[in-house]
């Protein structure tokens, strides 16, 4: 098994991490105080084909596989963690499910808007009852002639009020287990009865999108459902994989930022006379981050690689996703105290 970055992948990381640093870096700290979604970043990301990231080269897209994927979740998230999760669950989430389950027709209409940044992509899953317990969503779809009636609530949904489509996943069949009768559907912004009810606060990633979405009698026609009738929570579980190989890289990508800062700061802040860098304190707290990170990195680039082979990697990123946020939570709170 030989999951090392390619020369490719090198360059990629390179040139996104020069965009973050120059396009990002300098402007998450306003955009996180004043909780304000950075619109006006769009176009660049598209620009360098950020919103396209597994959208074949057909449908406008960069075509990139799970690795490089990977790559440009986490330099975003290095320098601003509001950005990588639109980044993250726009090609992942929303614009995955298309990808991975929508038909032809389907395709030719979203992935283009989507990959050039005119339509930027929402999936809605949880909601207020039921967040690790996805299945007990109470979100309904009712067959109306040749359409469906959506009546619900979807709670902490990210793009929901920028969105220019979002995937909505209802109960199609009540009397089916609770895992056998769900169904995504395709629900375009604007459509009658489907809005944003309230946005939420949050303690971090301010600037991201995140919001209460309301769906009341939202009609859609049965071309706007997406995939096999009833077969929504399997494919959800195949989404939900791959998303947690991009959260993976998004905590690989806030540790890495935090602990650049810690260590920048350690070589310019003296005292009794030199650098506080040179103190074995601050040495260790720092040699402790960049292990774990490391070793979070290795986790996360064993899960990409498994998904670009088309190999089974529920527990792969299950594992990275679980010890790369914690190694980031662990070198934040180190950072901490250096400054």
Same mark, same amino acid.
């Given at each position: 098994?030989?999951?090392?970055? +390619?020369?490719?992948?090198?360059?990629?990381?390179?040139?996104?991490?020069?965009?973050?640093?120059?396009?990002?870096?300098?402007?998450?700290?306003?955009? %996180?105080?004043?909780?304000?979604?950075?619109?006006?970043?769009?176009?660049?990301?598209?620009?360098?084909?950020?919103?396209?990231?597994? /959208?074949?080269?057909?449908?406008?897209?960069?075509?990139?596989?799970?690795?490089?994927?990977?790559?440009?979740?986490?330099?975003?998230?290095?320098?601003?963690?509001?950005?990588?999760?639109?980044?993250?669950?726009?090609?992942?989430?929303?614009?995955?499910? /298309? &990808?991975?389950?929508?038909?032809?027709?389907?395709?030719?209409?979203?992935?283009?808007?989507?990959?050039?940044?005119?339509?930027?992509?929402?999936?809605?899953?949880?909601?207020?009852?039921?967040?690790?317990?996805?299945?007990?969503?109470?979100? +309904?779809?009712?067959?109306?002639?040749?359409?469906?009636? &959506?009546?619900?609530?979807?709670?902490?949904?990210?793009?929901?009020s920028v969105g220019g489509f979002c995937v909505v996943l209802a109960r199609?069949?009540?009397?089916?287990?609770?895992?056998?009768?769900?169904?995504?559907?395709i629900v375009d912004h604007g459509t009658k009865g489907f809005s944003a009810?309230?946005? &939420?606060?949050?303690?971090?990633?301010?600037?991201s999108d995140t919001v209460e979405l309301t769906l009341e009698d939202v009609?859609?026609?049965?071309?706007?459902?997406?995939?096999?009738?009833?077969?929504?929570?399997?494919?959800?579980?195949?989404?939900?994989?791959?998303?947690? /190989?991009?959260?993976?890289?998004?905590?690989?990508? &806030?540790?890495?930022?935090?602990? %650049?800062?810690?260590?920048?700061?350690?070589?310019?802040?003296?005292?009794?006379?030199?650098?506080?860098?040179?103190?074995?304190? /601050?040495?260790?707290?720092?040699?402790?981050?960049?292990?774990?990170?490391?070793?979070?990195?290795?986790?996360?680039?064993?899960?990409?690689?498994?998904?670009?082979?088309?190999?089974?990697?529920?527990?792969?990123?299950?594992?990275?996703?679980?010890?790369?946020?914690?190694?980031?939570?662990?070198?934040?709170?180190?950072?901490?105290?250096?400054?």
């Amino acid at each position: 098994m030989d999951f090392t970055p +390619t020369e490719h992948h090198q360059l990629l990381r390179k040139t996104v991490r020069e965009f973050a640093r120059a396009e990002v870096a300098p402007y998450a700290r306003k955009w %996180d105080a004043e909780e304000r979604f950075p619109k006006e970043i769009i176009p660049k990301l598209a620009a360098m084909g950020l919103l396209g990231i597994r /959208i074949p080269e057909e449908y406008g897209g960069s075509g990139m596989d799970m690795t490089a994927y990977a790559i440009c979740v986490e330099e975003i998230a290095r320098a601003d963690g509001s950005l990588a999760l639109t980044v993250a669950s726009h090609n992942g989430l929303g614009t995955g499910h /298309i &990808l991975i389950f929508g038909n032809e027709a389907q395709k030719k209409k979203y992935l283009p808007k989507a990959a050039s940044g005119e339509w930027l992509a929402a999936w809605a899953l949880t909601e207020p009852g039921s967040g690790s317990d996805s299945a007990g969503l109470r979100t +309904t779809a009712l067959r109306d002639g040749d359409g469906w009636v &959506l009546n619900g609530t979807k709670m902490f949904i990210t793009q929901g009020s920028v969105g220019g489509f979002c995937v909505v996943l209802a109960r199609t069949n009540p009397s089916a287990p609770k895992q056998k009768g769900i169904t995504a559907f395709i629900v375009d912004h604007g459509t009658k009865g489907f809005s944003a009810s309230k946005h &939420l606060e949050k303690l971090g990633c301010r600037s991201s999108d995140t919001v209460e979405l309301t769906l009341e009698d939202v009609r859609v026609p049965d071309s706007q459902r997406l995939g096999e009738l009833d077969h929504g929570f399997a494919d959800t579980m195949q989404i939900l994989d791959r998303g947690r /190989i991009s959260i993976a890289s998004m905590a690989l990508g &806030l540790g890495r930022g935090a602990l %650049d800062m810690a260590v920048r700061y350690a070589k310019d802040r003296k005292q009794f006379g030199k650098p506080i860098a040179e103190f074995q304190a /601050i040495q260790w707290m720092l040699a402790d981050s960049k292990t774990e990170l490391d070793a979070a990195a290795l986790l996360t680039q064993r899960a990409a690689w498994l998904a670009d082979q088309g190999k089974r990697h529920t527990s792969e990123a299950s594992m990275a996703k679980l010890f790369a946020s914690e190694a980031a939570s662990r070198a934040c709170n180190r950072s901490l105290p250096v400054h």
